[in-house]
């Protein structure tokens, strides 16, 4: 695969996702598993779905879309629960089952033949092209920055909503920040592994690594590097193999979270061993 990806370009776009992707997962993935809010990324990246459909029945880039319809609906859930205290739960299945009947309807609306939404839905890496990749840099470097600049009243918003309301930071800022930096992500994360598929990347380096530490920041930054190995290795799988690179680049996620039960359960045993 090395002599490939020195000759095909397609292969180094990939690549370059595989770390963008990572990059996003790792920073945003450890926010949402710490503060309980894995099945809201799913809604948002379902409801993304009817954007893609908006931007094929329109003409305007699809991924455009997805972008729009997912930051709205991350606005609108945090505005219609803070109004109504509708349970955000019930409001992320609304969006989400609103945004996938959207996009079915669009498609079915688009003249000509219907477009091929495999790739959006299980997302496919071996596609990713230049401006996809312009896109996927610039949402990552914004994600990052914003992160990186608010670290400290970020870390505690996640674990202290109430110290943070006695500080006078206004948390209500603070949900629509975070709700939109989910959005951004979602959309950097479906070309790679699809609409279906982006919850369990979003979710499984985070998971893994936080079984051996519970500092933030190096949450954070093993995450990235988790992802970012389980990324290549299902890139390798699926160029390999000849299968999805999506459901490649998950399953291995999901095998590197359970190995890290494994271990995390025989370094446990050597220590109780040891007393």
Known sequence: MIKALLEYNFLQNALLASILASMACG??????VEKKLVMLSGGIAHTSFG???LGYLIGVEPIIMALVFSVSASIGIVTLNRRSKTNTDLLT????????????????????????????????????????????????????FLIIALFNTMRAYIFDEEFCRVLKIKTVLLDYLLFILIALTVVVLIRVVGIILVIALLTAPPAAVRLFTYDLKKIMIFSVLAGLLYCITGLWLSYSLNI?????????????????ILIKKIISSAKSAKR
């Open 244 to 260: 999805s690179s999506g459901a490649a680049i998950i399953l291995i996620s999901i095998l590197g979270y359970l190995a890290s």
């Open 51 to 53: 954007g893609i459909g």
């Open 27 to 32: 920073i945003i993935g450890t926010i949402i």
């Open 93 to 144: 299945g609304m969006f989400w089952s609103a945004g996938m009947a959207l996009g079915v309807l669009f498609i079915a609306f688009t003249p000509g033949y219907p477009p091929d939404m495999s790739s959006y839905l299980f997302g496919n890496i071996l596609t990713v092209t230049r401006s996809d990749l312009i896109m996927m840099l610039s949402l990552v470097v914004l994600v990052t």
